[in-house]
């Protein structure tokens, strides 16, 4: 069972939405959408469901291709970030709904109904009404409607975001366990890395309406193949510098360098663009001897409990800071930060990956 999209594309009013993509995903496996808000990603969702028509390509579903098939007609499920109940049928009767509309025998729907109520934790509750459930018992309802057809294809745009952190937490653990369960192929929207990390699988990332990389979720993490993927996957966004290679060496200006050794030796001699994320970035006195040293502005500062966020500025450049523990420093002082070799990723000018952190090897 597989779900192809063959250089789909999608414009409205002479507007690119979805810029042609082509990506093939397989039974049993959870694919990630991770991107910024407005990326594409639920016109993307839109176009597997079938709710949308491509402009360009197919879309072909265990080979045959379903291009201009109603979603109706298609065993596909989705569920929005704004859940959806009927507020006036039980549990029972809500996760009954779709199986009733398919006209399934009565002892058929109860069998199929407990089931997916187990799966979902939900078999205390079905006599009850969606009002009177919390939150997250609201949210595994709404799944269990959409699990409960069996369909080969699950659509999640962005199921957790209006539910609180604990919810959250909660139902991120539970919802690879239900695809497990299910057999079928998950898709999930989001924009939080953390999420995409958490949840496997696959992802692809997306920006400005383009599938700039798919893959396994920790191979696109650790080797982005280009500098706008690497923003995407890492929140905030990855922190970029000027950096020039000659021979052995590799010069940040400043006084700063850092000697080319491992991969980066076999790099040809000529200016890249060094990337580091933010949780990558230390204090002085908070790092190894081999890191290197970057003399900031500290421009803001904001607390979170256990960690820091810094606003740097260095040569022209906004950064990002992370550091653990509550760090009480005063706006617009000078601040030197550090980074260990082993986390800066190369690009060239142009943009794509040239040299990836010598930590993606060892993870």
């Not at 057999?183 to 992802?203: C, D, K, Q, R, S």
């Not at 990332?205 to 995407?232: C, H, M, N, S």
């Amino acid at each position: 069972m597989t779900l192809e999209l063959k250089g789909v594309s999608r414009s409205v009013g002479g507007r690119m939405h979805i810029h042609p993509t082509t990506l093939t995903l397989q039974k049993g496996t959870m694919n990630v959408l991770l991107g910024p808000t407005l990326a594409g990603k639920t016109s993307l969702m839109r176009l597997m469901a079938g709710l949308d028509e491509p402009t360009a390509g197919r879309i072909c579903w265990e080979g045959a291709d379903v291009t201009g098939l109603r979603v109706q007609d298609r065993r596909v499920a989705m569920v929005y970030q704004q859940f959806i109940n009927y507020p006036a049928m039980s549990v029972y009767d809500n996760i009954a709904s779709p199986l009733k509309l398919m006209g399934l025998a009565r002892p058929e729907i109860d069998r199929r109904v407990r089931e997916t109520a187990e799966m979902m934790q939900l078999s205390p509750m079905l006599g009850r009404k969606p009002l009177e459930l919390s939150g997250g018992q609201q949210q595994r309802c709404a799944l269990a409607r959409a699990l409960v057809k069996r369909a080969g294809l699950v659509l999640l745009d962005e199921p957790l975001a209006n539910l609180d952190y604990k919810l959250r937490e909660e139902l991120r653990v539970e919802i690879p366990k239900i695809f497990e369960a299910s057999g079928a192929i998950f898709v999930y929207a989001t924009t939080e890395p953390e999420e995409a990390l958490l949840l496997g699988g696959n992802t692809a990332t997306l920006w400005e309406g383009r599938v700039t990389q798919f893959g396994p979720t920790a191979q696109v993490y650790r080797k982005p193949a280009d500098i706008v993927t690497a923003r995407v996957f890492s929140d905030p966004p990855m922190n970029f510098i000027k950096v020039e290679k000659r021979g052995r060496r590799l010069s940040f200006g400043q006084g700063a360098n850092l000697p080319a050794d491992g991969a980066l030796a076999d790099l040809s001699d000529g200016r890249y663009l060094a990337g580091f994320r933010p949780n990558h970035i230390a204090l002085a006195g908070h790092h190894n001897g081999t890191a290197v040293e970057f003399d900031c502005e500290l421009s803001g500062m904001e607390i979170t409990g256990s960690e820091t966020f810094l606003h740097l500025q260095h040569a022209g450049q906004k950064w990002v800071g992370l550091v653990h523990g509550v760090h009480r420093l005063a706006h617009g002082s000078r601040q030197t930060v550090a980074v260990d070799p082993s986390f800066i990723y190369l690009f060239t000018e142009a943009g794509q990956l040239a040299a990836p952190a010598s930590y993606a090897f060892a993870a």
